[in-house]
């Protein structure tokens, strides 16, 4: 077998990234963008996130960041709408903001104050809304909470 002269493998030839110490510009939102919370990771390059306009989106992580910007669980995203289906439940992920800028987004008002940062699953939003999710079904009693 011949020896190895080169210098590594795939990730020496791709070139690897050097880390950006300096700001980046911020990416507000415009016509048929908006801002959204990745509640989980699905797979296949798709998430599931809670766009600030309530609604539950399936988002696709479009190839430009494949495998390049990694996605989680609570990450603040920009994601791109598609306005040509019927079905407006998908959109593509156009944009993932460091916990730095999402802070600076949620002091200009862009973000609402009662969102969450930086907590994974688990708390999204703070207890007001809660109560808006239909709180009032889960109402007990001090003799039923006992009983429980």
């Not at 190839?63 to 709408?81: F, P, R, T, Y």
């Not at 009662?114 to 994974?120: A, D, Q, S």
Request: negative net charge.
């Amino acid at each position: 077998m011949p020896k190895n002269k080169g210098k590594g493998g795939k990730n020496i030839k791709r070139g690897k990234k050097e880390a950006e110490d300096d700001k980046r510009e911020i990416i507000f939102k415009e016509d048929g963008q908006e801002y959204a919370l990745v509640l989980r990771m699905c797979g296949n390059g798709r998430c599931e996130a809670k766009c600030i306009d309530g609604i539950m989106r399936m988002c696709h992580i479009r190839g430009k960041m494949h495998k390049k910007v990694w996605i989680s669980a609570g990450d603040v995203i920009l994601v791109g709408l598609r306005m040509d289906m019927d079905n407006d439940r998908k959109a593509d992920i156009i944009h993932k903001y460091t916990p730095d800028e999402a802070r600076f987004l949620k002091s200009c008002d862009e973000l609402p104050r009662n969102l969450r940062l930086n907590e994974g699953i688990a708390g999204v939003f703070d207890e007001e809304d809660d109560i808006d999710c239909g709180q009032d079904y889960f109402e007990f009693d001090d003799d039923e909470i006992d009983r429980l």
